[in-house]
C-alpha cells in the first residue's frame, strides 16, 4: 500500500472534509471496477464511479459510490456531475479517469472545466484524437518504421454524394477486418447488427457492409485490413504511464490467452499471462515520445504466426479495461500517476517482470481454448501454485450479495463462449 496518501479511517465523502485523494471515474463496468480496486489497493480510498446505470459489481460495492445519471444521459450529464462531486469535496486531491475512448473524448471536450477541479491523467485532446483514430495512428507507425497489417481507408464524409463510391478492397485478400477509424465517434452511431470489429469473407461482404454504413449515416472514416492468422494468443497488451514531463514511469505487458466474442465486447481481453516484451515496448515507448504523449495508453498488437512479426493494431489513449493485470503482478498503475499529478514526485521508471494468470473467466472454461501444449501447461502452473487474479473477486469487498453477482458474472461465461466463440480458431476474430 503506498502511504503517501489516503484517509484509511474513512472516504473523503464520509468525512465531510477531505484531506487525501479522491477518485473520480467515468463509466460503470467492470473495467471502472478495476481501477477502483488499484486505488482502493494503494490508498485504502473509494472511487466515485459516474455512469447512466452503473452495474450491481459497483453499486453493491465497499470501494465505489456510484453517482447514477439515468437512461439517456449526455456528455454535459457526466462533467455536471464530476463537477459536483468535487464541489463537494474542499481540499481533495481529486483525479479524474476514464476507461473508455467515448469517456476519454467527453474528459477532453470539456478539459478546461475539469481541469479546475482534478488531475487528468489522459493525454491533451489533439494528441488523443490523433493516436485514437486508427487511419492516423497506422500512418504514424509507417512514419516511425513501426509495422502495422496493410490498410484500406474508407473516408465515407462524401457518402452523401450520389457518385461516391468505396476504395477497393480485392487486393487485401479474405477474410478481412473493418473497423472504425475512432471507436469515440463510432459510438454514436445506431446500425443494425452493428458489432466493434468486423470479419467479412470477401469483397462482396465489405461492399455490402460500407452500404449499410453509408444508409445508417455514418460519415468518418472506416478501415478494411487484411486479417492475421494466428488464434487469441496472438495477441499482445502493452500498458505504459508516461508522466507530465514525457518520461515512461511505468511499463508493462502481457500474452492474451482469450478475448471476449460478444459482437459489442470483440477484442476486449478476457484472460492474459503478464510477461515482459522489450522489443515491443521500445516501439511503443518510441511512439508515445514521438507524438508529445502524456498519460495512460494501451497498445494491442498481434505477432503474425506464419512470419513472426509483430503488427501494432492501435493504441487506446487510457489505461485499459484490463489495467488490473500491472497491479496483481506488483506495479500498481494508479501509483506512479498520483505521485506525478498530486505529489510532483519524479521516482525511477518502473517496468513489470512479475508472471501472474489475469483472468475474469472460471479456470476450467479458461484452458478448454488452449491448443498449445506447453501454453496450457504454464497456465495449468500458475492455477495450480495460486498466482491468478480476477480483478473482481477481492478479498476487502466481500460480502454475500456481491459474492451472488461475481459468480452469477464468472458462470454467464459459459453461455456467451457456447453463443459466440464454441471453439477456438486459427484466427482472433
Not at 308 to 333: D, S, T
Request: one cysteine or more; glycine letters at 6%; proline letters at 7%.
Amino acid at each position: 500500500m503506498d502511504t503517501t496518501l489516503g484517509s484509511p479511517g474513512g472516504s473523503p465523502l464520509s468525512q465531510g472534509r477531505a484531506p487525501g485523494l479522491m477518485p473520480v471515474i467515468l463509466g460503470g463496468d467492470i473495467g471502472v471496477y478495476a481501477l477502483a480496486r488499484c486505488f482502493h489497493e494503494a490508498y485504502r480510498v473509494p472511487s466515485v464511479c459516474i455512469a447512466p446505470s452503473p452495474t450491481q459489481i459497483l453499486t453493491r460495492s465497499r470501494i465505489a459510490r456510484t453517482v447514477a445519471l439515468g437512461a439517456g444521459a449526455q456528455p454535459g450529464d457526466y462533467v455536471e456531475a464530476a463537477v459536483d462531486v468535487a464541489r463537494r469535496s474542499p481540499g481533495a486531491r481529486r483525479m479524474l479517469l476514464a476507461n473508455t475512448d467515448w469517456h476519454i473524448r467527453v474528459i477532453n471536450d470539456h478539459r478546461d472545466a475539469l481541469a479546475e477541479h482534478y488531475a487528468i491523467p489522459a493525454p491533451q485532446a489533439a494528441v488523443a484524437a490523433r493516436v485514437s483514430d486508427k487511419a492516423v495512428f497506422a500512418s504514424i507507425c509507417q512514419e516511425l518504421g513501426v509495422a502495422t497489417p496493410t490498410t484500406v481507408i474508407q473516408d465515407f464524409s462524401g457518402a452523401d454524394d450520389p457518385q461516391w463510391s468505396p476504395a477497393p478492397v480485392e487486393h487485401l485478400g479474405a477474410p478481412l477486418i473493418a473497423k472504425p477509424a475512432s471507436s469515440a465517434q463510432y459510438n454514436d452511431l445506431r446500425m443494425e447488427d452493428k458489432k466493434k470489429v468486423f470479419v467479412l469473407n470477401d469483397a462482396s461482404q465489405a461492399h455490402q457492409l460500407w452500404e449499410r454504413l453509408r444508409a445508417a449515416g455514418f460519415r468518418g472514416r472506416f478501415l478494411a485490413q487484411e486479417l492475421i492468422g494466428g488464434d487469441d494468443t496472438s495477441m499482445r497488451s502493452l500498458t505504459a504511464y508516461v508522466d507530465s514531463r514525457g518520461t515512461a514511469l511505468l511499463t508493462g505487458s502481457a500474452r492474451v490467452l482469450l478475448e471476449d466474442h460478444a459482437p459489442t465486447m470483440l477484442g476486449n481481453p478476457v484472460a492474459m499471462i503478464t510477461e515482459p516484451f522489450d522489443e515491443l515496448m521500445s516501439s511503443a515507448v518510441r511512439l508515445l515520445e514521438h507524438v508529445g504523449y502524456t498519460g495512460f495508453a494501451n497498445f494491442d498488437i498481434k505477432v503474425d504466426p506464419a512470419t513472426g512479426r509483430a503488427l501494432f493494431l492501435e493504441v487506446n489513449p487510457r489505461i485499459g479495461r484490463n489495467c488490473y493485470y500491472m497491479a496483481a503482478a506488483g506495479k500498481n498503475p494508479v501509483i506512479p500517476a498520483v505521485r506525478d499529478l498530486l505529489l510532483d514526485r519524479r521516482p525511477a521508471a518502473e517496468r513489470l517482470e512479475e508472471e501472474i494468470l489475469y483472468s475474469l473467466l472460471p479456470h476450467r472454461l479458461l484452458t478448454r481454448y488452449l491448443r498449445d501444449p506447453s501454453l496450457r501447461s504454464r497456465v495449468e502452473g500458475l492455477i495450480a501454485s495460486g498466482r491468478t487474479a480476477n480483478p473482481l473477486r477481492y478479498q476487502a469487498d466481500r460480502s454475500v450479495r456481491r459474492a451472488l453477482v461475481v459468480r452469477a458474472q464468472e458462470l454467464n461465461q459459459y453461455r456467451k463462449f457456447s453463443r459466440y466463440y464454441p471453439h477456438p480458431t486459427d484466427f482472433s476474430a
